[in-house]
């Protein structure tokens, strides 16, 4: 099997979804992401808002400093991310200017997604795939706010 055959979007999703995984376990709300560059994960987060008490500590800000970090550069440009839940307009304005190349989410997010906005937020470059595992994403989400109300 070729490597560009094994590494798909649904395979890189399904290690953002660990990440979101490791959130859940912490009990913050579970979206998680991968920066992945010439079919290498170069960043890796998951939301931990209630731990470092950071609003804007959301799995795309981690995932985009680590990468950042990685490469020595704050420009991604030549990168992707796969996040399980659709950036909200902080971290679109973030992927932004990393100049990110490609943005894949699994779920999208009605009430609080860049998408749900008249202004474009992400790199004029920047495309952009959703639903890649949705129906995984969501119902991580679906479990973890049913969690709660309980």
């Not at 959301?58 to 030549?78: F, P, Q, R, V």
């Not at 989400?141 to 709660?148: A, I, P, V, Y």
Request: charged share 25%; glycine share 4%.
């Amino acid at each position: 099997m070729a490597e560009n055959e094994i590494y798909t979007d649904e395979y890189f999703m399904k290690i953002a979804l660990q990440e979101a995984q490791k959130a859940f376990a912490e009990e913050e709300v579970p979206v998680g992401a991968v920066v992945v560059c010439n079919n290498k994960i170069i960043g890796k987060g998951y939301n931990q808002t209630e731990r470092l008490v950071d609003v804007t500590a959301h799995a795309e800000m981690i995932a985009i400093t680590a990468a950042a970090n990685y490469l020595g550069s704050k420009y991604l440009d030549n990168c992707t991310i796969y996040v399980t839940l659709e950036p909200c307009a902080m971290c679109a304005g973030a992927l932004n200017w990393a100049k990110i190349s490609k943005v894949i989410f699994g779920a999208s997010d009605a009430k609080n997604g860049f998408s749900t906005t008249n202004t474009r937020l992400l790199h004029p470059k920047t495309e952009v795939k959703s639903n890649v595992l949705k129906a995984e994403c969501e119902t991580l989400l679906k479990d973890f706010f049913s969690r709660l109300r309980d």
